[in-house]
């Protein structure tokens, strides 16, 4: 069965950095576009970076130039390093991938790690 797990959040002050990983596990035939989302209390999940299979980024607007994702696909994880933190940055972060497996083709989601950046 495909899980994808999550690690790295916490409790930042502003201005600081934390980098989030997420690691795909399971039977997988390939693993296409993965990514990242948050949802902050009373706001709909949103997107925060993708990256595709050949690399290729895309970030929301609100944190272009701030954070970065980047994947291993020798080890099917997916990072994301998040540096000038804002307090508006607070939300629980969700990793997606696109992942073909003996299911097919489906969307998984990790169970989400918290981040808060607070003084």
């Known amino acids: 069965q495909v899980q994808l797990v999550e690690s790295g959040g916490g409790l930042v002050q502003p201005g600081g950095s934390l980098r989030l990983s997420c690691a795909a596990s399971g039977v997988m035939f390939s693993i296409n576009a993965m990514g990242w989302y948050r949802q902050a209390p009373g706001r709909q999940r949103e997107l925060v970076a993708t990256?595709?299979?050949?690399?290729?980024?895309n970030y929301a607007d609100s944190v272009k130039g701030r954070f970065t994702i980047s994947r291993d696909n020798a080890k099917n994880t997916v990072l994301l390093q998040m540096s000038s933190l804002k307090p508006e940055d607070t939300a629980v972060f969700y990793c997606?991938?696109?992942?073909?497996?003996?299911?097919?083709?489906?969307?998984?989601w990790g169970q989400g790690t918290q981040v808060t950046v607070s003084s």
């Open positions: 990256i595709t299979s050949s690399s290729t980024t």
């Open positions: 997606n991938a696109k992942i073909w497996s003996v299911d097919g083709v489906r969307d998984y």
